[in-house]
């Protein structure tokens, strides 16, 4: 099912009855600043498991966390220091995806240890897009976002593709608005200096 909503001003009504959706494990289709993300609270581990066995994805292998803003995002990560945070402020909202150290509010099924690493991680958005911010900011918790495709094949980028190879896994697939068709910069903030993991929408270095 496609619901559509304005792109700049989702009708509360509707994004209310999104949230009532995801609140019974219902899992969606939905816009960011970069690309169509599959979505799920990111609480709720059973819709995270249809997720993953929708697109073929080994459980091994973490999905980032969207968040409304940077309150919801440092419930997530532990204590950030100056040098990182500024950097994050440069980056968010925005199309980045900035891997973090986890703190305990981050469920194990979303944790990536990664080798080598003493501590587990965590990637965590702060789309430049209504719809996302007013979604988790309503929902008061983040949702997951992970690229809507089947592991392996090309990436979704349109409502109506989307409805059409994968509406009948979804619970409801959200058009509001055309992402830009390019992933997220993904930025490692957990060592001393900031990585480039992968160049995406987001120009690096800033």
């Known amino acids: 099912m496609i619901l559509a909503l304005h792109p700049e001003n989702p009708q509360e009504r509707q994004l209310q009855r999104i949230a009532d959706l995801l609140l019974k494990d219902g899992i969606i289709a939905y816009p960011t600043d970069t690309l169509f993300g599959l979505g799920c609270l990111a609480s709720r581990k059973k819709a995270v ?10 459980p091994k292998k973490p ?4 968040c409304a803003d940077f309150e919801m995002l440092c419930r997530y990560t532990r204590h950030l220091d100056t040098p990182t945070f500024r950097l994050l402020k440069q980056m968010l909202p925005g199309p ?5 150290p986890a703190n305990h509010e981050v469920p194990r099924y979303l944790e990536s240890k990664g080798k080598g690493r003493a501590h587990p991680i965590v990637g965590l958005r702060i789309p430049d897009h209504p719809f996302c911010h007013q979604l988790s900011k309503l929902l008061g918790e983040p ?6 495709n089947v592991s ?4 979704l980028n349109s409502a109506w593709e989307i409805e059409e190879e994968l509406g009948h896994a979804l ?6 608005g055309q992402p830009i068709g390019i992933g997220s910069t993904i930025i ?3 060592g001393e200096e900031p990585v480039l993991v992968r160049e995406g929408a987001g120009a690096w270095p800033i």
Do not use: F, N, P, W
């Not at 980045?96 to 973090?100: F, G, H, K, M, S």
């Not at 949702?143 to 809507?148: L, Y």
């Open 49 to 58: 498991a249809r997720i993953q066995c929708l697109k073929g994805r080994d």
């Open 63 to 66: 999905m980032s966390i969207l």
């Open 96 to 100: 980045y995806t900035a891997l973090l």
């Open 143 to 148: 949702i997951i976002t992970t690229s809507c």
């Open 152 to 155: 392996g094949e090309a990436t």
């Open 171 to 176: 619970d409801m697939v959200i058009d509001c």
């Open 188 to 190: 490692d903030l957990t």
